[in-house]
């Protein structure tokens, strides 16, 4: 099974919150609005802030902001500051895992298209589109044969 951490689940719940408002917000508001424990939100700000996707100030003030509009974020990067290379298997271009059989496995760059189909539509989600309401109809993804990559068809 597929699936992200919990960590990058709240980053994606913390950056939403961030894009609801203009203003510096605080850790422990945060974690007031969000229902996340206060440490995790500090543990994921203080992550996705080394990721350049949030900044921080100190002091009384202080707080934290996106550094980018919610448009320009896309999910495939808030996964990428707090889980690494987007990677299905060991075997796939850019796995941080090293595969023992990579050289007789037949397998062997079989992957590939499906890991870029995977962030293609990570890619195209953005927070901006996290946050919209969600609509009664299913979202179809859709294959476009000549440049290979998944697409979300609205």
């Not at 099974?1 to 990058?8: F, N």
């Not at 229902?35 to 995790?40: A, K, L, R, S, V």
């Amino acid at each position: 099974m597929l699936r992200l951490s919990k960590l990058t689940d709240y980053a994606v719940v913390v950056l939403t919150q961030l894009a609801e408002g203009q203003d510096l917000q605080t850790s422990p508001a945060i974690a007031a609005r969000t229902g996340i424990p206060e440490p995790t939100v500090a543990k994921v700000l203080k992550t996705l802030s080394a990721a350049g996707l949030v900044a921080s100030s100190r002091g009384a003030r202080g707080g934290y902001r996106l550094l980018k509009p919610p448009a320009r974020i896309p999910v495939a990067e808030v996964i990428r500051a707090m889980d690494g290379p987007i990677a299905l298997t060991a075997c796939v271009d850019g796995s941080v895992i090293e595969c023992g059989s990579r050289g007789m496995c037949p397998m062997h760059g079989r992957w590939d298209p499906v890991n870029a189909a995977i962030t293609a539509a990570l890619t195209a989600i953005s927070l901006a589109d996290m946050r919209r309401p969600l609509r009664p109809a299913c979202v179809q993804p859709r294959h476009d044969r000549e440049t290979n990559i998944l697409q979300i068809a609205e």
